[in-house]
């Protein structure tokens, strides 16, 4: 196995993955927490130091602002604007009783001299100058209020930062008036809000030059830490934040820092990160500590696992792998996975299971090899007896038994029949009747339950034994039945003896059950192999027949021809004592019957003048649902046909009818009857539906080529009439200029009018000549949209109104379509006949009669004139010729003569010597 494949299949691996699964994504979630936790706290610190800042900034700003209005507040008093010291006293003092944090208010002079100052001791600086100062000079020069940087004051000698705001007077500079703010006061502020100073935390204010102005610890004030103080640019530059930075001793501090936006100042709170970030410190080696417990724990766990449970499923699988191997190798896995069976759990459990099932199964190997083997020799045929005879053979073998049989039902009969056994002597038949034996006999009792039965004595057994009882003589004494079942097999069972009371063990019954199952599948393999070849073999002769019938129906274009090789061919290949095709003529609305088999002669009679309308009997109902129909002895009954004669004629078994389609239009039915025999199948009924499609596609050919006669005939009239104009027409023009010329020369000129008329006859002759061979190919116009015996009645009463001589027609049977040359040729005859009835005849009376027959047609004309006295003679074609040549010029009982011998015929000219003349002309169809 590939090495990829085996560790997919590897169940340490695939247990070791989901663990994994399960594992890391713990120690994930973890890393994710502390990261997430870590960042959240850190934020909430800084947030926190933050807001101290800005708590801060606030206040101080809130102070400045205080001080600032305060000496602005000063600076408009006139007062103080006039340089008053009492004026400037009463002022300042009332300033200072409010103003805690201010410890001086003085007034200096538009030079920087000191005028007043309150309060005015310890010390006095009166008179002083202060021009020199910054927050002066940008006083002055400005004309804005300033505060200064932090400073030692020389007047009260301690820390201060001063707001000073310009005096004017008359719109000129007069000078400042200030206030200094008592630092040590902020300070001691500070110091009140500072959290812990003793680890390191600082609260810082510095002004706008970097000092310290106000700090947790007093001794730092005025301290310069722009170099000392990470972010003291940023924060007096309007900066806002918080960040970490580590000193020159190696200490990390977290810095918030925020603006004093009215003094250009900063507020920076600085903490060791050891001390704000204790709680994310402490919350950091907990989940170090419970991840490195859970991972400990996870192996511990995994160890466990491994030892307790898949080292042992190692041990029983290579086990298992070794049951069809090597002996020694099995013997080896059998005793590494022995100690394992002693566990009391659940793989103990499951490895004393698998023990006793190698057991089980290298048994059941062993007797699978030896069926195998047998099983093969059973399947090795598809001939049933041969089938039949290895199954009795490799029973003997496999079971090692003497005598055995081979029992099936034959449910046609209700017997049980001995088919074929083995050690038995050849007199051990029998056949038992299943309608007069008891059903719970051990045979019966198999079959039905589909279990095998023994008998472990069968001498030991009460009450009849019908099977059994005949195998005493042969010295059996104990037997096993066993059924053999499957769907396309009648009910068998194999009966196995012994000669000895035995009782069959289980693995035997089980052996010889497995065996049944083999040899029955195999019994029904070749069963139906017979039945599969049996129907390829009538599949076969049908397609053959089919092809048979298409080949016959096709050689003929004459519809009469079709319908009677159709007739044959159903005769051939089906089993029908009867068959008829009814067809629809194309100009009509109903069928009737044109040809048929079998059927009774009467009621043939009967069909040929019955039309069939659409929905009446069998026949009509199929041409108008185009379904086909099969009908058996419950639904041939004449009560649910009381229109169909067809059906009351005769006592059909069987009867059938298919629509004759040819291009999704019905032109008939096709019907097939049986007295005797099995009824029609289904099968039966779609191969008339073939034969009928075939018979349908001949007929409309018939029909086709049919009207390709007709179209040729209008054409060949055409051709003719374009002739006629070029011979005939141009003849009689020469007859008539010569016959005028000898009109005009008649008196004048004689001899040339006799030329003239002799000129006049020739032309004649050559004309009469030139119509005769026209005439006889000319296909009367009459034909083309009427039928014949309507155009023979018209040219009959035509007849009698031209000539005066009464002339009847009679029409006999039923009209059937014939060949257009055939109607023709008719035609014709019809036309010379009384032709020459008009030229010879002399008669007063004409009797036409046409006459449909069922395989021809007669013409008959006969008149009562003069009759032709013997002229013909025999009738035969050189007598005919002869009148035809002589004076009276009977070129037309030539014609009629020829024609009747193009169309197969025979003609008969019958003229008695009392007078009047027959000519009967009969056409076979």
């Known amino acids: 196995m590939p090495v990829k494949r085996r560790r997919r299949q590897d169940l340490r691996l695939q247990l070791l993955a989901l663990y994994l699964l399960f594992v890391v994504p713990i120690f994930v979630v973890g890393v994710l927490m502390y990261t997430s936790a870590s960042a959240r706290l850190r934020a909430d610190v800084s947030a926190a130091d933050l807001s101290l800042a800005r708590a801060i900034a606030l206040e101080t700003d809130d102070m400045l602002l205080k001080a600032r209005d305060a000496v602005a507040e000063f600076a408009q008093m006139p007062a103080v604007v006039a340089a008053s010291p009492r004026g400037m006293e009463r002022a300042f003092s009332a300033g200072a009783a409010a103003r805690q944090d201010v410890n001086l208010f003085y007034r200096l002079s538009p030079e920087g001299i000191m005028l007043y100052h309150y309060p005015s001791g310890p010390g006095s600086t009166v008179g002083k100058d202060f021009s020199f100062r910054d927050y002066f000079v940008t006083a002055r020069d400005t004309g804005r209020h300033v505060f200064s940087k932090g400073r030692i004051s020389p007047t ?67 301290q310069n830490i722009v170099d000392t103080v990470p972010g003291v640019h940023t924060v007096l530059s309007g900066g806002e934040g918080s960040f970490t930075a580590t000193d020159s001793a190696g200490v990390e501090y977290l810095y918030s820092y925020t603006p004093v936006p009215s003094a250009g100042w900063g507020v920076i709170v600085q903490r060791p990160t050891r001390q704000a970030f204790a709680s994310l410190d402490s919350f950091q080696r907990g989940l170090v500590l419970a991840l490195a417990i859970f991972g400990l724990g996870a192996i511990f766990f995994w160890v466990v696992l491994s030892n307790r449970l898949i080292n042992p499923l ?62 093969r020799a059973v399947v090795s045929t598809l001939d049933t007896e041969t089938v039949i005879s290895n199954i009795l053979d490799e029973v003997q073998r496999l079971l090692g038994v003497r005598q055995c049989a081979l029992m099936v039902v034959n449910e046609e009969m209700q017997k049980l029949e001995l088919r074929a056994s083995r050690g038995m002597s050849a007199d051990h038949r029998f056949e038992l009747d299943l309608a007069d034996t008891d059903q719970d006999i051990p045979v019966f009792k198999a079959i039905h339950t589909n279990q095998p039965v023994q008998v472990p004595d069968i001498n030991a057994v009460d009450g009849p034994l019908p099977v059994l009882s005949l195998a005493r003589p042969e010295g059996c004494r104990s037997a096993l039945i066993v059924p053999l079942a499957a769907p396309h097999i009648s009910p068998a069972v194999l009966v196995i003896y012994r000669a000895d009371v035995h009782q069959f063990s289980t693995q035997e019954i089980d052996l010889a059950t497995s065996f049944a199952n083999h040899a029955a599948v195999a019994l029904e393999h070749a069963t139906l192999f017979s039945l599969t070849d049996a129907e390829l073999q009538k599949q076969v002769r049908s397609l053959s027949a089919l092809n048979r019938v298409g080949h016959s129906v096709s050689q003929s274009l004459e519809v009469g021809d079709v319908l009677n090789n159709a007739m044959d061919a159903v005769f051939e290949i089906m089993p029908a004592d009867a068959c008829w095709i009814y067809l629809q003529r194309e100009t009509e609305d109903f069928l009737r019957l044109r040809a048929q088999r079998g059927l009774p002669a009467e009621l043939t009679e009967q069909l040929r003048d019955q039309l069939i309308e659409y929905g009446q009997g069998v026949a009509g109902r199929v041409a108008t649902t185009g379904e086909p129909m099969l009908l058996d002895l419950l639904t041939l009954q ?75 005939t209008l054409e060949e009239r055409n051709r003719m009439a374009r002739e006629i104009h070029d011979t005939l027409a141009q ?112 008669a007063r009376r004409v009797q036409v009669t046409l006459l449909y027959e069922h395989d021809a047609v007669q013409l008959t004309i006969s008149d009562d004139g003069i009759g032709l006295n013997g002229r013909v003679g025999n009738g035969s074609p050189a007598e005919l010729r002869r009148l035809a040549d002589g004076s009276n010029g009977h070129f037309g009982l030539l014609g009629i003569h020829e024609r009747v011998s193009l169309m197969g015929g025979q003609v008969l000219f019958d003229s008695p010597p009392s007078g009047g003349t027959t000519i009967k002309v009969r056409i076979p169809v």
């Open 156 to 222: 009260t000698g301690r820390p201060v930062v001063t707001s000073v705001m310009p005096v004017e007077k008359a719109g000129g500079f007069a000078g400042v008036v200030a206030a200094n703010l008592e630092l040590q006061k902020l300070t001691e502020t500070v110091r009140r809000i500072s959290l812990d100073r003793a680890n390191g935390e600082a609260v810082m204010i510095i002004d706008s030059a970097g000092q310290l102005i106000a700090h947790s610890h007093s001794d730092e004030l005025l």
């Open 314 to 375: 190692e041990k029983l699988t290579r086990f298992g792998l070794t049951v069809s191997e090597d002996p020694d190798e099995f013997e080896t896995g059998r005793r590494s996975v022995q100690s394992i069976a002693h566990r009391a759990d659940q793989m103990g459990e499951l490895t004393r299971v698998l023990l006793r099932a190698e057991e089980d199964i290298r048994r059941r190997i062993l007797e699978l090899t030896t069926l195998n083997k047998t099983s």
């Open 638 to 712: 004449p009560t649910y046909w009381p229109d169909d004669p067809m059906i009351a004629a005769a006592n059909w078994q069987s009867f059938a009818t298919v629509p004759l389609l040819a291009k999704d239009e019905i032109i008939g039915v096709l019907g097939m009857a049986a007295k005797t025999g099995p009824a029609f199948s289904e099968a039966d009924v779609s191969l008339l539906q073939a034969l009928g499609d075939q018979i349908a596609i001949a007929v409309v050919n018939a029909r086709l080529y049919r009207r390709s006669g007709e179209i040729a």
């Open 731 to 842: 003849g009689f023009t020469g007859i008539l200029v010569q016959l005028r010329a000898a009109e005009r020369l008649s008196l004048k000129r004689p001899e040339q009018a006799v030329q003239s008329l002799q000129e006049a006859q020739e032309l004649a002759r050559q004309s009469l000549q030139e119509a005769r061979r026209s005439v006889l190919n000319l296909r009367p116009t009459v034909l083309e949209n009427t039928a014949l015996d309507q155009a023979i009645a018209r040219q009959v009463a035509r007849f009698q109104a031209e000539s005066g001589v009464a002339a009847e027609f009679a029409l006999e049977g039923y009209p059937s379509p014939l060949s257009p040359e055939f109607e023709k040729y008719l035609y014709r005859i019809t036309q010379e006949a009384l032709t020459n009835v008009a030229r010879h005849a002399q």
